[in-house]
């Protein structure tokens, strides 16, 4: 059974740090692109993040570049997204997200997603 695992979500004050991970199961990581998205109250979900199945390129959405990190990890089969100098805006829950062989612009399609993960909440307090 195919599960994608997400760990490091909580509530965190505007300018700190988070971690999230999100440890995959059930399908050839390799060949995989992932990454991740967000969804606020009262909003639609919106693509954060992702990197590529093969070169690990890396893409983000304006509101993040430059704060978040998203990085693999193949031995482990996690992916993961580094969150620096939160704001309340960031308060979402987060989804991580798996597609085969996927450019990581195509990746932002949602209706291409192989795979989803439960999602994990993060609060940003002003």
């Known amino acids: 059974q195919v599960q994608l695992v997400e760990s490091g979500g909580g509530l965190v004050q505007a300018g700190g740090s988070l971690r999230l991970a999100c440890t995959a199961s059930g399908f050839i990581f390799e060949r995989y692109t992932m990454g991740w998205f967000r969804q606020a109250p009262g909003k639609e979900r919106e693509f954060v993040a992702a990197?590529?199945?093969?070169?690990?390129?890396?893409y983000y959405a304006d509101s993040v570049k430059g704060r978040f990190t998203v990085s693999r990890d193949n031995a482990k089969n996690t992916c993961y997204l580094q969150m620096s100098s939160l704001k309340p805006v960031d308060t979402a829950i987060y989804y991580c997200?798996?597609?085969?062989?996927?450019?990581?612009?195509?990746?932002?399609?949602?209706?291409?997603?192989?795979?989803w993960g439960q999602g994990t909440q993060v609060t940003v307090s002003s």
């Open positions: 997200a798996g597609r085969e062989l996927s450019s990581v612009a195509a990746f932002q399609q949602t209706s291409g997603t192989n795979y």
């Open positions: 990197v590529h199945w093969s070169s690990s390129a890396t």
